[in-house]
């Protein structure tokens, strides 16, 4: 199984999401697009809502969007204001372009539209990063995880973060991640294939443990040359 990070932002730095809906909207893509057959990247008007995707059913043209061919693993996600981060694996050949180029090209458009607004959304194409070195493997997981703590604590990139209950607290309550899914409170489980890493992390009582012992110890400099920084 091979590993890609995935992230891009806003051009200029732009925010993406103002919203909860927008935040939503870009979840919803990230479970609708993961598919082999064709779905209409420029549909901007699905419905959907977290119980939809609690039992991983987005409806598309009023009919459930059960059974899917996966396009990639989505191990690992994180939405940020003005930029987003994934960890995949490709299932099928081209798999990482032919995913990434629904879910950018139906965000922008729903987004263009709703805003009242043209031209490009995102910085460039995506950035994808090939996880081959063991210490990326390993820390890739967290940082993703760790993102939301820029808008609460950012000394946490400096490995000085003074209350880590309160730090742990805020991740915890943070939707636009996978974060709780791993901590098995249930958020949008449907999104994410969690089996491959929960089994390295000793379930998810070994993964709150670890998130936990890794939030003073995480050092940026791990996952240098993976990151937008």
């Given at each position: ?7 891009n932002r806003g051009v ?15 979840v919803h893509s990230l ?199």
């Open positions: 199984m091979e590993f890609y990070h995935l992230l200029d730095k732009r925010n993406i999401f103002l919203s909860k809906n927008d935040y939503w909207r870009f479970f609708v697009f993961n598919d082999v057959k064709n779905v209409d990247s420029n549909n901007s008007r699905y419905s959907y809502s977290q119980k939809l995707l609690d039992i991983g059913c987005p409806v598309i043209g009023g009919q459930c969007k059960e059974e899917r061919e996966l396009l990639v693993h989505i191990h690992f996600f994180c939405l940020m204001p003005n930029h987003y981060h994934l960890l995949v694996s490709p299932l099928v050949e081209n798999g990482i372009s032919l995913f990434m180029k629904k879910v950018n090209m139906g965000y922008a458009k729903y987004f263009n539209e709703k805003y009242d607004r043209s031209g490009a959304l995102f910085q460039g194409r995506y950035r994808s990063q090939h996880i081959v070195k063991d210490a990326h493997f390993l820390w890739i997981p967290y940082y993703i995880h760790f993102n939301p703590l820029d808008m609460y604590m950012p000394e946490w990139r400096d490995r000085n973060v003074k209350n880590s209950k309160k730090a742990l607290e805020y991740l915890e309550s943070y939707k636009w991640s996978s974060h709780q899914d791993y901590l098995g409170k249930k958020n949008v489980p449907s999104v994410t294939q969690r089996d491959f890493f929960l089994e390295s992390f000793g379930g998810e009582k070994g993964y709150t443990k670890s998130i936990k012992e890794q939030l003073k110890a995480f050092d940026t400099s791990c996952v240098a040359g993976l990151v937008l920084e």
